[in-house]
């Protein structure tokens, strides 16, 4: 099993749906937990950290639930803007050691 | 604009060439790292330096070569290549773990290589 897993996606959605990304990840003692999205042959660029509360940046609102070892990110009212690379990426014990998942990507289609 | 420097953008290089990757960060951040990255793959990592002093090293083989001249510095030497290393190479920062909370990772635009 690999340590962490995305959906495998292609997600292609039209202008303004709402899409959900999900993420589940292997190791308990993971503490810190982040989105970052890829463009096409560009540098990964950190979307949102999630925190065990739950958090929201705009259209964008992150979950965690630490029972489950599985964390979301909802999208609403997406935009063409939105077509990317989505990784979910895991830090273990406040460390130096972030791990990615496979990333999912998605199109968003006028 | 990243604030994580890394040249050149693009390299080619023939299998016996040596050559160096450079990356430069002025956040103050003292976690630097090296990530390969492949097409339609995730960024894996290769090496981490924390305080100027390589931390992990994930089985690399030789011909990479790191090196931290200083804290806003981190080079990876380039030597007898194979065209399977053809990739994007990722340099990123964060805060060190020694500060409370983890810091996220700011990554450079990257350094595209081609081995012919």
């Known amino acids: 099993r690999k340590e962490v897993e995305q959906d495998p996606g292609p997600f292609n959605v039209p202008e303004g749906a709402t899409v959900a990304f999900n993420c589940t990840y292997s190791?308990?003692?993971?503490?810190?937990f982040f989105w970052y999205r890829q463009d096409c042959r560009k540098e990964p660029k950190l979307l949102m950290s999630?925190?065990?509360s739950g958090n929201e940046d705009g259209r964008f609102t992150a979950q965690l639930n630490r029972a489950s070892q599985y964390i979301s990110l909802l999208i609403r009212d997406s935009k063409l803007s939105d077509s990317a690379t989505y990784l979910c990426?895991?830090?273990?014990?406040?460390?130096?050691?972030?791990?990615f998942g496979p990333g999912t990507r998605l199109s968003v289609l006028p | 604009d990243t604030e994580v420097t890394q040249t050149p953008k693009h390299l080619v290089m023939g299998m016996t060439n040596k050559k160096s990757l450079k990356c430069e960060q002025h956040?103050?951040?003292?976690?630097m790292y090296w990530y390969k990255q492949k097409a339609k793959k995730p960024p894996e990592l290769m090496f981490v330096?924390?305080?100027?002093?390589?931390?992990i090293n994930e089985s690399v083989p030789s011909r990479f070569s790191p090196e931290c001249p200083n804290s806003s510095l981190l080079n990876l030497h380039l030597h007898a290549l194979q065209p399977e290393d053809s990739a994007l190479y990722l340099c990123?920062?964060?805060?060190?773990?020694?500060?409370?909370?983890?810091?996220?990772?700011?990554f450079g635009e990257g350094s595209r290589l081609t081995v012919l």
């Open positions: 190791n308990s003692a993971s503490q810190s």
């Open positions: 999630v925190y065990s």
């Open positions: 990426v895991v830090n273990h014990n406040y460390g130096q050691n972030f791990v």
């Open positions: 330096y924390s305080y100027e002093k390589l931390s």
């Open positions: 956040m103050g951040h003292r976690a």
């Open positions: 990123a920062s964060s805060q060190s773990f020694r500060v409370a909370g983890t810091g996220e990772l700011f």
